[in-house]
Protein backbone atom coordinates (compact mmCIF):
# COMPACT_ATOMS: atom_id res chain seq x y z
CA UNK A 1 0.00 0.00 0.00
CA UNK A 2 1.54 3.24 -0.93
CA UNK A 3 2.42 5.25 1.79
CA UNK A 4 0.16 8.77 2.14
CA UNK A 5 1.64 11.67 3.95
CA UNK A 6 1.35 14.65 2.24
CA UNK A 7 -2.43 16.70 2.09
CA UNK A 8 -3.65 19.38 -0.35
CA UNK A 9 -5.66 22.27 1.05
CA UNK A 10 -8.11 24.20 -1.30
CA UNK A 11 -10.99 26.43 -0.34
CA UNK A 12 -14.20 26.36 -2.78
CA UNK A 13 -17.21 28.14 -2.87
CA UNK A 14 -20.64 26.69 -1.52
CA UNK A 15 -21.53 26.02 -5.90
CA UNK A 16 -17.89 24.30 -6.40
CA UNK A 17 -18.09 22.30 -3.38
CA UNK A 18 -21.84 21.09 -4.57
CA UNK A 19 -20.55 20.27 -7.64
CA UNK A 20 -17.43 18.04 -6.69
CA UNK A 21 -19.51 16.48 -4.09
CA UNK A 22 -22.18 15.33 -6.48
CA UNK A 23 -20.08 14.21 -9.07
CA UNK A 24 -18.13 12.27 -5.96
CA UNK A 25 -21.47 11.04 -4.67
CA UNK A 26 -22.28 9.72 -8.82
CA UNK A 27 -19.43 7.50 -8.52
CA UNK A 28 -20.03 6.47 -5.11
CA UNK A 29 -17.21 7.42 -4.09
CA UNK A 30 -16.52 10.08 -0.89
CA UNK A 31 -15.31 12.91 -2.06
CA UNK A 32 -12.09 12.32 -0.75
CA UNK A 33 -11.09 9.24 -2.79
CA UNK A 34 -12.52 11.15 -5.75
CA UNK A 35 -10.62 14.14 -5.36
CA UNK A 36 -7.67 11.91 -5.64
CA UNK A 37 -8.50 9.88 -8.29
CA UNK A 38 -8.98 12.86 -10.36
CA UNK A 39 -5.89 14.75 -9.41
CA UNK A 40 -4.28 11.06 -10.66
CA UNK A 41 -6.04 10.90 -14.20
CA UNK A 42 -5.04 14.34 -14.82
CA UNK A 43 -1.41 14.50 -13.59
CA UNK A 44 -0.29 11.36 -15.16
CA UNK A 45 1.73 11.17 -17.75
CA UNK A 46 0.27 8.89 -21.16
CA UNK A 47 3.03 6.66 -21.94
CA UNK A 48 3.24 7.02 -25.98
CA UNK A 49 3.89 3.58 -26.52
CA UNK A 50 1.25 2.05 -24.71
CA UNK A 51 -0.70 4.82 -26.40
CA UNK A 52 0.65 3.28 -30.10
CA UNK A 53 -0.21 0.17 -28.98
CA UNK A 54 -3.29 0.59 -27.94
CA UNK A 55 -4.48 2.35 -31.44
CA UNK A 56 -2.77 -0.54 -33.29
CA UNK A 57 -4.79 -2.86 -31.48
CA UNK A 58 -7.91 -0.96 -31.66
CA UNK A 59 -7.60 -0.62 -35.95
CA UNK A 60 -6.74 -4.47 -36.33
CA UNK A 61 -9.67 -5.10 -34.03
CA UNK A 62 -11.61 -2.72 -35.74
CA UNK A 63 -10.23 -4.59 -39.41
CA UNK A 64 -10.75 -8.00 -37.97
CA UNK A 65 -14.47 -7.48 -36.91
CA UNK A 66 -14.98 -6.17 -40.27
CA UNK A 67 -13.81 -8.16 -42.14
CA UNK A 68 -15.29 -11.43 -40.64
CA UNK A 69 -18.90 -9.55 -40.55
CA UNK A 70 -18.21 -8.95 -44.46
CA UNK A 71 -18.15 -12.46 -44.79
CA UNK A 72 -20.48 -13.69 -42.64
CA UNK A 73 -22.85 -11.19 -43.94
CA UNK A 74 -25.15 -11.65 -46.64
CA UNK A 75 -22.39 -13.52 -49.10
CA UNK A 76 -20.62 -10.04 -49.25
CA UNK A 77 -16.61 -10.77 -50.21
CA UNK A 78 -13.58 -8.76 -48.96
CA UNK A 79 -11.79 -7.41 -52.26
CA UNK A 80 -9.18 -4.59 -52.23
CA UNK A 81 -11.39 -1.90 -52.53
CA UNK A 82 -13.67 -2.78 -49.42
CA UNK A 83 -10.47 -4.04 -46.87
CA UNK A 84 -8.87 -0.45 -48.10
CA UNK A 85 -12.15 1.54 -46.84
CA UNK A 86 -12.21 -0.75 -43.74
CA UNK A 87 -8.26 0.29 -43.01
CA UNK A 88 -9.16 3.67 -43.85
CA UNK A 89 -11.57 3.77 -40.84
CA UNK A 90 -10.04 1.91 -38.74
CA UNK A 91 -7.09 4.53 -39.12
CA UNK A 92 -9.83 7.37 -38.51
CA UNK A 93 -11.12 5.65 -35.60
CA UNK A 94 -7.78 4.24 -33.67
CA UNK A 95 -6.90 7.36 -31.91
CA UNK A 96 -10.30 8.38 -30.40
CA UNK A 97 -10.79 4.10 -29.41
CA UNK A 98 -7.46 4.04 -28.16
CA UNK A 99 -8.04 6.77 -25.92
CA UNK A 100 -10.98 5.08 -24.78
CA UNK A 101 -9.64 1.98 -23.76
CA UNK A 102 -6.73 3.67 -21.88
CA UNK A 103 -9.35 6.00 -20.10
CA UNK A 104 -11.56 2.51 -19.00
CA UNK A 105 -7.95 0.66 -18.28
CA UNK A 106 -7.81 4.05 -15.53
CA UNK A 107 -11.49 3.68 -14.34
CA UNK A 108 -11.02 -0.21 -13.81
CA UNK A 109 -8.17 -0.22 -12.01
CA UNK A 110 -8.89 -1.10 -7.99
CA UNK A 111 -10.34 1.63 -6.33
CA UNK A 112 -8.43 3.24 -2.89
CA UNK A 113 -11.03 3.81 0.44
Not at 47 to 66: C, G
Request: aromatic share 4%.
Amino acid sequence: MRSREQTIGTRLSPAEYDAAKLAADNTGLNISVWLRQVIIRHTSRHDPVLETLAEQFEALRFILLNVILHLTTNGLSVNRESLTTICAKADAKKAALARALLAHAIDITPKET
